[in-house]
Structures are given as C-alpha cells and as structure tokens.
C-alpha cells in the first residue's frame, strides 16, 4: 500500500527542516495530556528525522477554534508530554499564522536533536479553507513536508492536502503503519472478514455498514444500534435505545447484505437493566420476552457463544464499536469477552485483528487486549471513513 507513496527512506534529511503534520489532538484535562497514545505513534518518525540529521517541525490542530486564535486551545499545552515521551528539548513556535516570522526565528534558531512545536494550524480560517497564501507561509517554514497523522487524513486542510503539494512530500512511519494495517483490514485482507459494528445509533454508520457488507463475509452489530434491527424484524425493544424510523434503513441493509453473501449476526440474547448506571441489576432474556420496562444494555451469554463461533471462521477481523454499554459495568460484558477471544486468536497466529474509533481503542483498553490486536488505530472520523470506503484526502495527496 505505501507503494506510491515517497517515505523518510527516499530523502537525505541532513539539515533539512522536516514539516512533520502529526495529529496531537489528545485528551487535556486540568492542564494536562491524559492520554500520550497519539503521541506515542509519532515518536518513532520524530527520531528518525532527528537522527538523519533533520529538524522536526511539528504541525498539528487542537480542538475546533474554528479559525480563531484561542489561548484555551493553544498547543503549548502538549509540549510537557511530548518532552516526556521524545525525552527531547521542544521549541515551542507561536504564531496566529498571518505572521510566521517568529515562528521561523525559533526554527532558525533550534539546536540540532530539538524539536519544534509549531502552534495550532487551526487558528487561521485559511487551514480548513485549504487557502492558498496560508500553504506558502506554512510551506517556507520547512524543506520537505511528511505526514503521519491518519487520523485527520479525512480533512482537505492546508496542513494536509494543501501542502503536500507544495513542497517534496513524504508518508511518516505512523501513517505507513496505519496504512499497512488497513490494507490488510479490508484492502487486500484474508479471507473469510468478519466485521464487529457496534455503538449506539445506526444513523450515523448507515454508510459504513452498506460498504461493508459488500466486502466482508459476516457482519456482528452490537451495541444499541443492534436494537434497532431487532425492531425492525419485529421484535419488542421495550425502552431500548432504538432508532425506530430507521427500521427500512435496516431491512435494506439486511437485504443488501443478503444479496452480497453477507452473513448478518444480531444478537440472539440481551442483559437488561431498568437504569443506565453501573451495577444496577440486570436480567438476560431472549429476544423474544424482552421485559417492556427495561433496556437491553448488553449482547447476553447465547449472542456471545455465536460472535465466538464466526471468528473461528475468520482469517480477518475489523472491529469499530463497543457491544454493550462498556463504560458501566456488568454491560461490559459482551465487549470484553469478545475483545478477548480475538486477542487469543490473534496470538495464536490463526486471526489478523483490526480495530479502531474512539470508544473501541477505550474498550479494547478495558477489556486489557489494545496491545494485544494486530493493530489498533487512534483514528476516530478517518478510520469510520476508511471504513465507508471512502477516500482520504490527506492519502491522496501523498500519492506521488
Ligand atoms: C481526531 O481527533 O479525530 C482528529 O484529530 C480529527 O479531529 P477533527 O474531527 O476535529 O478534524
Ligand atoms: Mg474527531
């Protein structure tokens, strides 16, 4: 996959000041990064370029300013962790991004092994507007331009598409990797694929789970949004998360998936509560004797055993969303039996696992496997588009 694309191999980056996009947009509370996964990925580019030689300058956004400059969204925040993880000096390069000539003062001026952190990309309307002037400012800061962030590669941003085209451009280590893995997530993968989708609405995977089941071989939904097809197979949900005017939505998509050879799992079993909080108490029931008060919360012990069985069917697996409310236990229960059979099977050399999305990376974590898949991605809106098929613009533009 990362054929067509230029990486750190085909540079010399000696003296070279490297524009390195990176995605550092990484949970901060009370001042502090809480999560250095994101950063963590990009470390291994940071060095290499610092090691050939070459200065990194790092690109990133922050949140949504939305085009302001917003001190609660500046990115000095995140240079004590990326200190921390690189064990490296870290320049910090302030601009509003009218005026770079600050920012190419600390660059001009950082000792060699340092990195520089250049400010959030976002505070300038011209970086989601791809704007032309912006992508000169941004381009005479560095030499050659190399981008490791997957994870914001579905924006047509300056600091993503714009640039790339600007100046000699470059794959980091990170986005071949996540490239790599997706490759062998759906790309070229070994078949038979089973696909786990999960999370609590349909509406928003509709897309996703009409590309899918034209190229997986089974697909598990779980989550809330497995109730919305119950329903419209005529089941009673009770006060179920349920998306009810979307029953034709559902029945067209299992009438794709038949088409298409796709084997669709629902659950065939639910662990109801009464309250969405932790330890609250629970029941199973079938389908078909779902308690009108209460909420299917989980996939239940019998819907596990069937998720279980089609893995060992499979070569390759995809996962995107949790099977059950995760975050309160017994509800977890589902996700991490599941999360854990993959794992094993993973290990023991008979299943490619890929996962990815925000709640699936916390879920994996939860059920103690994220390390334990093939490959995990931190991307949350590029890995949902990766998996609607879609294409990428910040790939794209890498495309030589
Ligand atoms: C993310 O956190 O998913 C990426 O950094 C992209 O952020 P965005 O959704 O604000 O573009
Ligand atoms: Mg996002």
Same mark, same amino acid.
């Given at each position: 996959?990362?054929?067509?694309?230029?990486?750190?191999?085909?540079?010399?980056l000696?003296?070279?000041?490297v524009?390195?996009r990176?995605?550092?947009?990484?949970?901060?509370?009370?001042?502090?990064?809480?999560?250095? @996964?994101?950063?963590?990925r990009?470390?291994?580019?940071?060095?290499?370029v610092?090691?050939?030689?070459g200065?990194p300058?790092?690109?990133?956004?922050?949140?949504?300013?939305k085009?302001?400059?917003?001190?609660?969204?500046?990115l000095?925040?995140?240079? &004590?962790?990326?200190?921390?993880?690189?064990?490296?000096t870290?320049?910090?390069?302030d @601009?509003?991004?009218?005026?770079v000539?600050?920012?190419?003062?600390?660059?001009?001026?950082?000792?060699?092994?340092s990195?520089?952190?250049?400010?959030n990309?976002?505070?300038h309307?011209?970086?989601?507007?791809?704007?032309?002037?912006?992508?000169?400012?941004?381009?005479?800061?560095?030499?050659?331009?190399?981008?490791?962030?997957?994870s914001?590669a579905?924006?047509?941003?300056?600091? @993503? @598409?714009g640039?790339?085209?600007? #100046?000699?451009?470059a794959?980091?280590?990170?986005?071949?990797?996540?490239l790599?893995?997706?490759?062998?997530?759906?790309?070229k993968?070994?078949k038979?694929?089973?696909?786990?989708?999960?999370?609590?609405?349909?509406?928003?995977?509709i897309?996703?789970?009409?590309?899918?089941?034209?190229?997986?071989?089974?697909?598990v939904?779980?989550?809330?949004?497995a109730?919305?097809?119950?329903?419209?197979?005529?089941y009673?949900v009770?006060?179920?998360?349920?998306e009810?005017?979307?029953k034709?939505?559902?029945?067209?998509?299992?009438?794709?998936?038949?088409?298409?050879?796709?084997?669709i799992?629902?659950?065939?079993?639910?662990?109801?509560?009464?309250?969405?909080?932790?330890?609250?108490?629970?029941?199973?029931?079938? #389908?078909?004797s779902?308690d009108?008060?209460?909420?299917?919360?989980?996939?239940?012990?019998?819907?596990?055993?069937?998720?279980?069985?089609?893995?060992?069917?499979a070569?390759?697996?995809?996962w995107?969303?949790?099977l059950g409310?995760?975050e309160?236990?017994p509800?977890?229960?589902?996700?991490?039996?599941?999360?854990?059979?993959?794992?094993?099977?993973?290990?023991?050399?008979?299943?490619?696992?890929?996962?990815?999305?925000?709640?699936?990376?916390?879920?994996?974590?939860h059920?103690?496997?994220?390390?334990?898949?093939?490959y995990?991605?931190?991307?949350?809106g590029?890995?949902?588009?990766?998996?609607e098929?879609? &294409?990428?613009?910040?790939?794209?533009?890498?495309?030589t």
């Amino acid at each position: 996959m990362t054929k067509g694309f230029k990486t750190l191999d085909d540079f010399d980056l000696t003296g070279k000041r490297v524009l390195l996009r990176v995605d550092l947009n990484v949970p901060v509370n009370d001042g502090k990064v809480t999560d250095t @996964t994101r950063i963590e990925r990009i470390a291994r580019t940071i060095r290499e370029v610092s090691d050939k030689g070459g200065l990194p300058i790092l690109l990133a956004h922050f949140g949504r300013p939305k085009g302001k400059v917003n001190p609660e969204m500046s990115l000095k925040v995140v240079v &004590p962790a990326l200190e921390k993880v690189m064990g490296k000096t870290v320049h910090f390069a302030d @601009t509003d991004w009218t005026d770079v000539s600050g920012a190419a003062a600390v660059i001009e001026k950082a000792e060699p092994g340092s990195v520089v952190l250049v400010e959030n990309t976002r505070f300038h309307p011209g970086e989601e507007g791809n704007d032309p002037e912006l992508i000169d400012r941004m381009a005479s800061l560095g030499d050659i331009y190399v981008n490791d962030a997957f994870s914001a590669a579905h924006r047509a941003h300056a600091s @993503t @598409t714009g640039i790339a085209h600007k #100046l000699p451009s470059a794959a980091g280590r990170a986005m071949q990797a996540e490239l790599d893995a997706l490759e062998a997530g759906l790309g070229k993968p070994q078949k038979p694929v089973i696909a786990i989708v999960g999370g609590a609405k349909v509406s928003t995977k509709i897309d996703l789970l009409e590309n899918l089941v034209e190229k997986v071989e089974a697909l598990v939904i779980g989550g809330g949004m497995a109730n919305t097809f119950i329903y419209a197979l005529g089941y009673d949900v009770g006060k179920s998360l349920c998306e009810r005017d979307l029953k034709d939505t559902a029945l067209r998509i299992m009438d794709k998936a038949e088409e298409s050879h796709c084997a669709i799992i629902l659950p065939i079993d639910g662990v109801v509560g009464w309250h969405f909080e932790a330890n609250t108490p629970s029941r199973t029931y079938g #389908l078909d004797s779902i308690d009108k008060d209460g909420m299917v919360l989980d996939a239940g012990p019998q819907s596990v055993d069937k998720i279980k069985t089609a893995i060992n069917e499979a070569r390759t697996i995809v996962w995107n969303g949790p099977l059950g409310a995760f975050e309160i236990p017994p509800f977890d229960k589902a996700t991490v039996e599941v999360a854990q059979y993959a794992a094993e099977r993973t290990r023991k050399g008979q299943l490619v696992s890929i996962a990815g999305g925000g709640d699936t990376v916390a879920a994996l974590a939860h059920a103690g496997v994220k390390e334990k898949f093939t490959y995990v991605s931190t991307a949350g809106g590029a890995f949902l588009e990766w998996m609607e098929g879609k &294409p990428l613009p910040g790939v794209d533009a890498l495309t030589t």
